[in-house]
């Protein structure tokens, strides 16, 4: 399968969201369909070798959509984020259009019956109407064009939207009024002059144009943040081919090259550093403010900034698989899904319109025939105000936008959300449950003591560390490159036996060696020589204790420390704040786990947990109704972060595990834990917030146009600020959550 993700131009509402997404999904082998009409962008799963993308876009273009099928490069897909499109090009001129001819209609039709008027421009009534028509024809066919287009389209197909409700509306008045101008006769029989509507059908169209543009503006802010990262990729790189410095573009760029980077330059692809020391602002990227120094062998990532020093480095990744290629797309990818909240407002979407037109003819009848006058007039206006009101493109903003900003907000702090519904669900964590090393801790464990006994210690440690080179624990590499560090020659063993949670065992020059928990050593039945009062002793310090037995005896203790990180103890201390219930999960004994929990403020923990274990925790802490977030490095806890309901991985630089959690945190700080429930929490408040303004702005302007309170000029205001002010409340977010 293959994800599609492509433009497409001529949505203007809710209901256009769902009947996209249905033509699309009616293909064969077509799943997941999501449309953004924020983003104005549509995202599928199809098998590339059957799918057929003009059949498609021809389905969408009988219904007035344009799928943009040509975008195939993410070049292309950038490019399009950062430049004005077509659409708003030409929404620009329309709208110019109609106000320019709607200045004059709305100004005549105002004081066309004062006397200092006709005293300015001495014509008729008739006279007057005619011009109203000649002013107003323009702004219906050509300004107002795309409403009626789309209105056509959805008649061939028994279908309604926004643009139905609009040309209904407006085409009412402007037909009625064309009639009274251009066969007076026909009303001739009538005891009053007969009214014209010409300004309000120019007047409609002018202010939803006006919301339509401002719309989009809005709209094109919400991603901000995406263009920020876009912006970070420079354009070209300076690289070393046979001994000399060339200036190439950053496209032509490969894995493998050397490229040159001098103070101040943005780094333009992710690698590592062959010579030369700096230190680079990484902020962008990861959140973190403080520069970030580097040496030979560091890693430096794609778009970040050199500060001060020369270096050169040798690409790893370049274009989508550098870490900000990988950050846009999971950006992008968060972006276009729906969460269920707004799954629910697509179907109601489904049925507003044709509810509302049933709505607007019930009202024309009504006035028709139970109005005292039995006024056409009356009729016609409330007819046209009841359609105008209630176009539902709040409703179709209301989600993605929120989405959008908070969603950019979390990737400009370093916390990268997968999908939508991880941020519906963020802000009802009820439980966290902590892996304990690389989360906890720094993840860089260090031998700090070593207790030997009958035994030279650099003896104890050439047959530690010589079976632990077999062995990928990160306890075992500590113990390796205290070896190293020693300048102990090692040796390969023999035999080699891994215990998974327990410890290792294998021959060295002929002698067993058993090296892990004391359980292993019992399990092993090694002679412990009354040394449990040691290791009981030991234990009281809170770092780990790897116990060694050679040849059937235990020989002596390595103490292993893993840092806490600076930030644990804040994060963990707001959570409890938050009444978020803390847990975290350990390897170690439970004297060491209780210590190390008691420095942090955790609520609870659990030691000496098995790798396979975390999983069925997560789900004894689900079967008591909590809302679990399980936070571990991505890799190796990936059945607890596939069993939580919110999962969230810790990720340093380059390794980002993005493909195994909800979340990814670009960098080990836990203060982010902390902010993306609160992201998450005024980002559905927010949803909330835009959706409440929509039902309400609905609920009590409809039955106002109905009852004849509202007019249809004040109806198209209200509704094309609606939208806009849906959009604008979605970008306080970015001002809420700086604030905070």
Known sequence: MKTFDLPVEGMTCASCVTRVEKIISNFEGIKNVNVNLATERVRFEAESNTINLEKISAALKEYGYELKINESTQKEADENILSENDYYTKLKKEF???????????????????????EILPLNSEQIKKILFILTTPIIFISGKRFFSASLNNLKHFTADM????????????LYSSIVTLFPEIFISSQKETHVYFDTAAVIITLILMGKLLEHKAKRKTNDAIKKLIELKPKSAIVIKNNKEIQIPITDLQIGDIVVIKPGEKIPADGIIINGKSFV????ITGETIPVEKNINSKVIGGTI????????KVTQTGDNSVLGQIIKLVQNAQATKPPIQKLVDKIAGVFVPSVIV????TFISWLIFSSEHSFSNALI??????????PCALGLATPTAIIVG??????????????????????????????TGTITEGRPEVSEIYPFNIDKNELLFYAASLETKSEHPLAKSIVEKAKELKINLTSPETFTNHSGFGIAGIVNNIPVIIGTMNLMKEYSIKLNNLESKYEELSN???????????NTLKGFILIEDKIKTTAIEAVSKLNDMNIHTVMLTGDNKLTAEIIAKKIGINEFKAEVLPEEKANIVKQYQNNRNIVAMIGDGINDAPALAQADVSIAIGTGTDIAIETADITLLKGNLINVVKLIELSGKTIKTIKQNLFWAFIYNTILIPLAAFGILNPMFAALAMSLSSVSVVTNSLRLNYKFRKK
């Open 407 to 436: 969603t950019g907000i979390g990737a400009s702090n370093g916390i990268l959300f997968k999908n939508s519904e991880a941020i519906e669900l963020a802000h009802k964590i009820s439980t966290i449950i902590f892996d304990k």
């Open 96 to 118: 110019a259009l109609a106000l320019i001819l709607t200045l004059p209609v709305f100004i005549i039709n105002m004081f066309m019956d004062y006397k200092f008027f006709n």
């Open 382 to 391: 409330n007819f046209v105000a009841v359609l105008i009101v209630a176009c």
């Open 281 to 284: 602002d990484e902020s962008m």
């Open 163 to 174: 643009n139905s409700l609009v040309a209904i509306g407006t085409g009412s008045a402007y």
């Open 541 to 551: 310090q809170g770092k780990t204790i790897v116990s060694i037995a050679i040849d």
């Open 359 to 362: 709505i607007a003819l019930i």
């Open 306 to 313: 050199n500060i001060n020093g020369t270096f050169n480095f």
